[in-house]
């Protein structure tokens, strides 16, 4: 999927559910006032247009604009129930609780969101089955197999819906003379070659490559076709030379600049907030068990420098006198209060002080322990890993809210490729993207 591709089916979602939701009050009207429709709309158009761009926020941090669940089955179901029915709770809300506008649209509400509700499930379920339709789709060939194009293709093949179709399989040393390679393009109608093994190193493959250009083919090497699909950069397949071409041409100096602006202006705001709850979550820390309100602990910062961080105590006192432990999912160590701080991320309040000295930021990777981050074990089994170094740590991050919570090397390796896609890739709207799933992630339950 191309990242035009990508961005012209999500504006497509966003036209559409504006459309909808316009429309739904636009029948409701007519319904309402028959031929004096147009004497009610203007006062109706500005209050309804809050609502509808609170909706469409709302429909973001759920993931309705994500691709990647644009199918037709429970999942995708259970997600729209959702947000038609936060959708109606933020409706009438805003009218009954914040009557600003002077009005108080009660059957007007009601229709005009049984309307919507109506009208949006029918839309999104007709999108879904048109995006998958296969004139849209991108006939692929993949040069070359590995670990990770076996997993490309099983994923492309359970999404249907991110616009490519898997042909053909071939071994690049299968592609000897050009014609075969012009044959195979013809008679399969490919669009897209994807290619594990690098023209850079293969002059045959390059030269039979080039010489397919009027054929109007598009050509990508598997680490930066596998980044746009899966939102994270395959370790495996790539070389010192990748970090040369990505993460040194751009230095990004004035992100970095705005950012730590950002970033002190936000946790002065919720400072505030922090010292208002902190009495009460000090209280309850010390009746879940014996021990200090507050915990502190080493952590690895940028250039490798080691840092502290403060947390509100989640554990039970003394819960690592044998030795540092990764947390597991269902760790008996972790006290009563201690579930509900994690899932709730109040016990990373005071944080916000580690994020004013600038030791941290609110975005960026998860600030590891240097008990783990300079182990042996993981410098050994996952190459580069010291790169997720080179920028701040944050308090939530790409990684944390694309994978589950890790205890192995086999997360650590997972969580590491979505940290170097952030790296690469970081910016304004993706900080804005993450902190809004972070939001999603804890208003669902699913914190830590």
Known sequence: MSIMASKIKRLALLGGD?????????????????????????????????????????????????????????????????AIFINAAISIAFFYFVPFFGISPKTNLFLSLLLFALFFVLWRQAYNHFIKNSYLQNNVMVVGQSQETKELIDYIKSNPQLGFRIKKIVEADEIKLLRDLIEIIIQDKIQFILTTVSPHKDKNLVRNLYQCIPLKVTVSELPSFYERITGKVPVSAIEEVWFLENLMTEQKTFFTGLKRVLDIFISLILGIFALILTPFIALVVKLSGPGPVFY????????????????????????????????????????????????????????????????????GPRPERPEFAFSAEILAQIPFYQIRHSIKPGLTGWAQIKYPYGASIKDTLQKLQYDLYYIKNRSLPLEIAIILKTIKIILSGGGR
């Open 296 to 363: 502190y602990q080493k952590r690895v910062g940028q250039d490798n420098k080691i840092f502290e961080i403060i947390k509100f105590r989640t554990m039970i006192d003394n819960a690592e006198k044998d030795g540092a432990q990764w947390c597991k999912e269902k760790d008996n160590r972790i006290t009563w209060s201690g579930k509900f701080l994690r899932k709730t991320r109040l016990d990373e309040l005071p944080q916000l002080y580690n994020i004013l000295k600038g030791e941290m930021s609110f975005v």
């Open 18 to 82: 504006a459309l909808i939701l316009y429309l739904a009050l636009f029948l409701t009207l007519i319904f309402r006032y028959g031929q004096n429709w147009s004497q009610n709309w203007n006062d109706h158009f500005l209050p309804f247009t809050l609502i509808y761009a609170l909706s469409i926020i709302v429909f973001y941090i759920i993931g309705l604009y994500d691709i990647h669940i644009a199918q037709n089955n429970l999942s995708f179901f259970l997600t729209l129930i959702r």
